[in-house]
Nanobody, 124 residues
């Protein structure tokens, strides 16, 4: 059973930075296409960034140039470095794993495993 556990969320002021982590257990992270999603109250869950087993990354237009997705296979951990944060980045952030290929446009239904989420709040 694959388990994903996010950490690193918190409250920051606009312009600040946070790094989210997603620890994967039960299988090797390199077997999956990994993604970060976020969901704000009253809004649909949206893809933020993905990285596949070849190291290819995709990003939502709203975060390009500010967020960077990466993974450490030795630690079986996925990361999301978030810089220049804006109030509109406020949401619950989830990591997810897809057995098959994925991009940020794949949609949540593409992903097979999910973490419980970590809250990010950006104040102006």
């Amino acid at each position: 059973q694959v388990q994903l556990v996010e950490s690193g969320g918190g409250s920051v002021q606009a312009g600040g930075s946070l790094r989210l982590s997603c620890a994967v257990s039960g299988n090797t992270i390199s077997r999956y296409c990994m993604g970060w999603f976020r969901q704000a109250p009253g809004k649909e869950r949206e893809g933020v960034a993905t990285i596949n087993w070849l190291g290819s990354m995709t990003y939502a237009d709203s975060v390009k140039g500010r967020f960077t997705v990466s993974q450490d296979n030795a630690k079986n951990t996925l990361y999301l470095q978030m810089n220049s944060l804006k109030p509109e980045d406020t949401a619950m952030y989830y990591c997810a794993a897809a057995v098959f290929g994925c991009t940020v446009a794949s949609g949540p239904q593409r992903f097979n495993y999910w973490g419980q989420g970590t809250q990010v709040t950006v104040s102006s």
